[in-house]
């Protein structure tokens, strides 16, 4: 599992755009945001908000990656919908989310189920995890995630 203040491993998985790899992005922060699923009120609010700032997270040489375990079709039709200028990370297996601990055990309408928890980690240029927030709340959560990255 990934702790603050370590390296982060390195990874590849399947993204629009084609494969996103953690390794290219070396010299430049990279935000990791994990949400439950495509197409959902606060998934859209939330990607919407990192579209709104995408040109600040930039200018701050910052790349960000939305993930959830939909698939690539879906994150496709996803991105094309909101006009989302960054890539979305297929975790179909679960791998990265097991990486990073957002599996939970949630309770939808009585029923309990696993799903990812709404978190997001900031790994610095060197690919080291400097910042993470879970049990995120949408609202002004981007910009407290560009504030964190403006700060390295």
Same mark, same amino acid.
């Given at each position: 599992?990934?702790? =603050?203040? #370590?390296?982060?491993?390195?990874?590849?998985?399947?993204?629009?755009?084609?494969?996103?790899?953690l390794s290219a992005q070396r010299g430049h922060p990279v935000?990791?945001?994990?949400?439950?699923?495509?197409?959902?009120p606060g998934c859209t609010m939330e990607g919407?908000?990192?579209?709104? =700032?995408? #040109?600040?997270?930039?200018?701050a040489g910052a790349v960000i990656v939305g993930i959830s375990r939909d698939s690539l079709k879906s994150h496709e039709s996803f991105k094309a919908k909101m006009a989302f200028p960054f890539e979305l990370v297929s975790d179909a297996d679960e791998k990265l989310c097991?990486?990073?601990?957002?599996? #939970?055990?949630?309770?939808?309408?009585?029923?309990k189920m696993r799903g990812i928890e709404r978190s997001t980690f900031v790994i610095d240029a060197k690919g080291t995890l400097v910042r993470e927030w879970r049990k995120v709340k949408v609202p002004g959560h981007a910009e407290a995630v560009l504030e964190a990255v403006r700060a390295l």
């Open positions: 599992m990934v702790a =603050l203040d #370590k390296k982060v491993p390195d990874f590849a998985a399947p993204a629009t755009g084609g494969t996103f790899k935000v990791l945001y994990f949400y439950p699923k495509d197409n959902t919407a908000q990192f579209r709104d =700032l995408h #040109k600040q997270f930039a200018k097991s990486e990073f601990d957002v599996i #939970k055990m949630k309770n939808m309408y009585g029923r």
